[in-house]
């Protein structure tokens, strides 16, 4: 059974950091291409950052690049988020997922075949 586990969500001011996590079952990670999208009240799932399987690549929407930094780290099956400089806007709950294998593109929901159950960011501003 494939699971992913975010955390690292909370409530911050605007400004300021956090970092989430996202724990995959053993099997389930390695050499997969994992990324990061946000669902905010009322809007359809976004792409936020995506990372290749050896870590070497990444991709980052225009509205978080600069500001999020993505990484991985095998030995601990987890993927990061980092998140600085946050705005009342980046407020969504934030999902990670695992890359489907032989998939052209990286931006789309259907790219990707598991999600973690998500966490939910607050920015206050």
């Known amino acids: 059974q494939v699971q992913l586990v975010e955390s690292g969500g909370g409530l911050v001011q605007a400004g300021g950091s956090l970092r989430l996590s996202c724990a995959a079952s053993?099997?389930?990670?390695?050499?997969?291409?994992m990324a990061w999208f946000r669902q905010a009240p009322g809007k359809e799932r976004e792409f936020v950052a995506a990372?290749?399987?050896?870590?070497?690549?990444?991709y980052y929407a225009d509205s978080v690049k600069g500001r999020f930094t993505i990484s991985r780290d095998s030995a601990k099956n987890t993927v990061y988020l980092q998140m600085n400089s946050l705005k009342p806007e980046d407020t969504a709950v934030y999902y990670c997922?695992?890359?489907?294998?032989?998939?052209?593109?990286?931006?789309?929901?259907?790219?990707?075949?598991?999600w973690g159950q998500g966490t939910q960011v607050t920015v206050s501003s």
């Open positions: 997922a695992r890359r489907r294998t032989y998939r052209s593109t990286w931006y789309q929901p259907d790219d990707y075949d598991y």
């Open positions: 053993g099997r389930t990670f390695s050499g997969y291409a």
């Open positions: 990372i290749s399987g050896g870590g070497g690549t990444t």
